[in-house]
């Protein structure tokens, strides 16, 4: 199937199941915005997709909205209503708001990529305009953050491999590798995708394509579990080795 007859489906079904979910909402739907997000609305959609939405209700409405949905609200759950199927998370207009203004990736990335189906009063378009100009100087800090975090965490690595802790030594490794995919985001200038979609999203940027063998490298490095990369002196160990060279690598794109 085409990528356009793909999204055509997709957005169908989110407004079949925001038909579904306005009818259950009664007249709170006439002050609710709905957003189809997820998948779907970011592009890495396939046939096996559900729609998600984001519900964005004034906060009088909030607990009373989520409840007749079977929500907690700020929490994403399972609805089916109507034979159709999908998740929801419903959220207050003020917090959605307040997220948007202390520039939080989750709040940012939802109101780029989301495509809006309701919106009465205007809310889900003021916000995600806003979630479309934050300043490159904002990602040009997140990517330094990133990358102070990553130092950081490899320290920690170093410290786990030389005690011998294969556990925390796996910890660390999967939050440096989310580390580096979100810094590939912020070098592009856009909030990262969410855990399922962040390796794929990365690969789409610029600096995913020139650290991708690197990352393929310390994916076939941990193949020697045992000891995570066939030494405890990090002299001597594979994963270790790879992910200097994937420090090296992010230092060049933040020069």
């Not at 995600?128 to 965490?153: D, S």
């Not at 910890?171 to 995708?193: E, F, H, M, Q």
Request: hydrophobic fraction near 50%; glycine fraction near 8%.
């Amino acid at each position: 199937m085409m990528a356009s007859a793909l999204e055509e489906v997709h957005l169908r079904a989110g407004e079949s199941l925001w038909s579904a979910v306005a009818e259950r909402l009664g007249e709170r739907a006439g002050r609710a915005a709905a957003l189809l997000v997820g998948s779907a609305a970011a592009g890495f959609a396939d046939g096996h997709s559900r729609p998600d939405l984001l519900l964005v209700l004034p906060a009088e409405d909030l607990d009373a909205g989520a409840a007749a949905l079977g929500l907690t609200p700020g929490e994403w759950g399972r609805l089916r209503l109507r034979e159709v199927g999908g998740k929801a998370c419903a959220v207050s207009a003020d917090s959605l708001e307040s997220a948007v203004a202390a520039l939080a990736d989750d709040a940012l990335f939802l109101l780029r990529s989301g495509r809006i189906l309701s919106d009465p009063a205007g809310v889900a378009a003021r916000l995600a305009e806003r979630a479309r100009l934050v300043p490159p100087e904002t990602w040009e800090a997140k990517a330094e953050a990133a990358y102070r975090a990553f130092r950081q965490r490899k320290a920690s690595l170093a410290w786990a491999m030389r005690r011998g802790q294969p556990y925390v030594c796996l910890d660390n490794i999967t939050r440096l590798v989310a580390l580096s995919l979100r810094l590939c985001y912020y070098l592009a200038g856009k909030p990262p995708a969410n855990a399922k979609w962040l390796f794929q999203g990365a690969m789409r940027t610029a600096t995913g394509r020139r650290i991708r063998p690197i990352l393929l490298d310390l994916f076939g490095a941990l193949g020697e579990v045992a000891v995570l990369g066939g030494s405890y002196s990090l002299r001597h160990n594979a994963v270790y080795a790879v992910l200097t060279r994937l420090q090296r690598a992010l230092e060049e794109e933040l020069r």
